[in-house]
């Protein structure tokens, strides 16, 4: 190839990597790289400059409830939320698996569950767990009623009111709510849709600040669908175990994820005991059921006894239910097909924003997770796109819910990718895009230096 | 019968009542009344000594995790558990019930309720409440994962860390948890079996300190089953309001009265919306399902952004089985049986308590809930007692789990009336009758003025 061409191995080697992580071409195992058919995309999203890191109290509650109440409202298109479509869910077996645990072991149900929670849904949460870079003990486990009931635990765990706690920026609207509802303060460090949190922002924030916990998402970080790479994830825990730091990690999209392997969580890469990881079944088998779980490290003996004291029972059947069901061993097969749903309508629903957005919308390309993170044309507020798109049947949910800064991420917008395209959810698109084109002014195009490349 | 006794109707009527309240006589409708088959009962227990109020931050959750540890251990006679054996409990129906829902609706329930919680389970709540003496409106309603969800939430409405609450003494553990979890100070007023908590020690305390909400079960009181009589709750409840305190009422037990109606909660005396009433189906229908609500008077909007800060959604198919099953309109009728179980072993494991514990065994005669209050001879201590059945295979629960003092309420016992009166059950009360006769030194017999009344 040398000869013909000209360039090195090496050379060539990293253009056939760089066209495949763009789309434009495509490998075929055994048989080489092959032209994909291609698509117009839309410019990544870049990110943010940055800002002097200041730490102050969190008071977005308000706020964020009165945008999510609409979120949810079944009139509306659903382009807000971040959840799998029952169409990607194991309905019909899950139900079935559930009515006959109810029906032959009502008794049991029916009954108070331990504080830590069912041991046999703990050992089969703890024999997946070899899969994740990270043995779990069962014995270390504790069953919460979701994540979000974990990452609370974890919180009152390792901190107290007035505390802070180093966040990211953008950052899961729920977890805002959580500190605020804790008495929390929050610092925030810029994460990159492409790396996650910036290890130099976290270090200034060290320095700068007195921080009790940090509270992240390395793997498909809800809004950006960031994914932190392993050396970064490394460096990050390295860092903040020499100042024994504890780390609340929320693993919950992980197992969503569209490359190779499962990306490890930050707990792989601690020898301390010092990352409290959360999770749940919540994005890959029944969001309802609030089966959740958290690996306390080190915090475990203070963690019960938060559990114990606020909400020492999380429900029995749902349990009983969930173990159960993985008890059958559909539940890989079944997340194979996630996986691959996911992936199919992240990619789609890019393609239709590429296609019918101004061209100068940025938009996230995920490598896992059920979210797009789209940077708005200029001259656009979320805030005002969102009341737009409220008046014409749609959902989305603005940037500023994300942000612990009071008119923060205003140029960004969430789209969720749980629903299949359906003519539905190709219509709130196109009506996104009409509206966004009708607020953006003519000659206003360019992306201003925010985005690097524009695929034609 | 005046002319035949020489006493004025009044008093033979009055003479008849103490009898009935004693449990001498019985009265038959359209019979009038007859002799009941006499039995000893234990004295009853009085209300201890005033002593002066003080106000400390609570620390209790590590001895009250230690004890309570063992207490559901399966392998012990279970007097320690104040909950329905299943066999109270309605579980082939329910479960029958429970499996078409989630069988027929499996999709439905794997998908998040909303924050405040599914509606047609408000609405049935709020039907019941008709019954009360107060009547609901479904959109007040907030859904939570079982009682002790609904105190959190109402707590973290109407406190800050390091604020007072106003409890009782003996006060349930669980409510004692919750103080400390939430960095809260307790101070408490004197709870007679009687009648409820003392309103001059109320009187006292408000005129000493700066009482943030008073956390209170005016309705079989756990662990002393206490009544608080219709006046007294109606002087509370100006008391409070004038001085605009909020009141978090607990009223979990109320639906297990052996009265011929249900007493009403505070909330029915409540004109200003300071009662946040708490209750859940955790007592009558399924302990394990977690479904309970949280009436929040005047504090909705600051109770919902709590609920949604923290555990924005309880679990789906839950909700949707209680509503269902309500819906079937059996619940009356499964009511009726359960307070005439309920209050059958109670005066049976009363009988069996007055056959074999010392005769200076204080007992309550409790008028509704699960559970009996026991004053030990003064020379036992309820810790070495707890230790010494629990190495016999007996659970108990030791009174000063429900002591926000150091030391305090160490001469009392719970003992939990749920299960029937099983050849297991009667093992574990001679076992604890005979320790109790050997702990107890000859000739120490005597109540100390503890107890007014000994019945034959």
């Known amino acids: 190839m040398k000869a013909t061409t000209g360039f090195s191995i ?9 066209l495949e992580s763009e789309g434009i071409i495509q490998a075929r195992p055994r048989s080489g790289f092959f032209l994909r058919k291609i698509i117009r995309k839309a410019p990544k999203v870049k990110i943010n400059h940055p800002v002097e890191p200041d730490c102050r109290p969190v008071n977005r509650s308000s706020m964020i409830q009165s945008c999510m109440e609409t979120v949810g409202d079944p009139r509306l298109i659903p382009l807000g939320l971040a959840l799998p479509h029952e169409s990607l869910l194991p309905v019909k077996r899950l139900g079935m698996v559930a009515a006959k645990v109810m029906r032959y072991q009502a008794a049991k149900g029916m009954a108070y569950e331990s504080v830590q929670g069912n041991r046999d849904l703990r050992s089969k949460i703890a024999f997946r767990s070899l899969d994740t870079g990270v043995l779990f003990d069962p014995e270390q486990l504790i069953i919460t009623s979701g994540t979000l009931e974990a990452i609370t635990l974890a919180l009152r765990t390792v901190t107290k009111p ?14 805002l709510q959580i500190l605020e509802s804790l008495g929390l303060r929050a610092v925030s460090v810029r994460s990159c849709p ?9 270090k200034q924030v060290l320095q700068k600040f007195n921080i009790a916990a940090c509270l992240l998402s390395p793997n498909f970080a809800n809004p950006d669908a960031s994914l932190m790479p392993s050396e970064a994830k490394q460096e990050l825990v390295d860092l903040l175990t020499q100042k024994e730091i504890p780390i609340i990690e929320d693993d919950v999209y992980t197992e969503i994820y569209f490359t190779e392997n499962r990306p490890e969580p930050l707990k792989a890469h601690d020898k301390e005991g010092l990352v409290l990881l959360c999770s ?12 959740g779980w958290l690996e306390p490290g080190r915090f475990k003996e203070e963690a019960l006894k938060h559990k114990a004291g606020t909400n020492p029972h999380s429900a029995t059947p ?7 069901y993985l008890a059958q ?29 101004p061209s100068n919308t940025c938009c996230s390309r995920p490598l896992g997770g059920m979210f797009l993170w789209l940077k708005l044309p200029p001259e656009i507020d979320a805030r005002t796109l969102f009341l737009k798109t409220h008046a014409k049947g749609v959902a989305i949910i603005p940037g500023n819910v994300f942000s612990c800064h009071q008119g923060g991420l205003k140029e960004f917008i969430r789209i969720g990718c749980g629903h299949p395209l359906t003519p ?5 698109i196109h009506i996104l895009g009409e509206l966004l084109r009708e607020m953006t002014k003519k000659g206003s195009n360019s992306c201003k230096g925010l985005c690097t490349r524009k695929l034609a």
Chains 1, 2 share one sequence.
Do not use: W
């Not at 007035?162 to 977890?175: Q, R, S, W």
């Not at 749940?280 to 089966?291: E, I």
């Not at 749902?318 to 173990?323: D, G, L, Y």
């Open 10 to 18: 090496t050379t060539i080697n990293q253009a056939y990597l760089e």
């Open 162 to 175: 007035n505390d802070t706690v180093l966040i990211a920026e953008p950052c899961y609207f729920a977890f």
């Open 194 to 202: 492409d790396k996650g949190i910036v290890l130099n922002d976290v």
């Open 280 to 291: 749940s079944f919540s994005k890959t088998l029944a969001p309802g059921y609030r089966v």
């Open 318 to 324: 749902n349990q009983m239910i969930v173990a159960e």
């Open 329 to 357: 061993g559909d539940f890989d097969q079944h997340l194979k097909r996630l996986r691959k749903s996911a992936h199919a309508q992240v990619e789609a629903i890019q393609q239709r924003i590429s296609q019918v957005f």
């Open 424 to 428: 539905k959810i190709e219509k709130g």
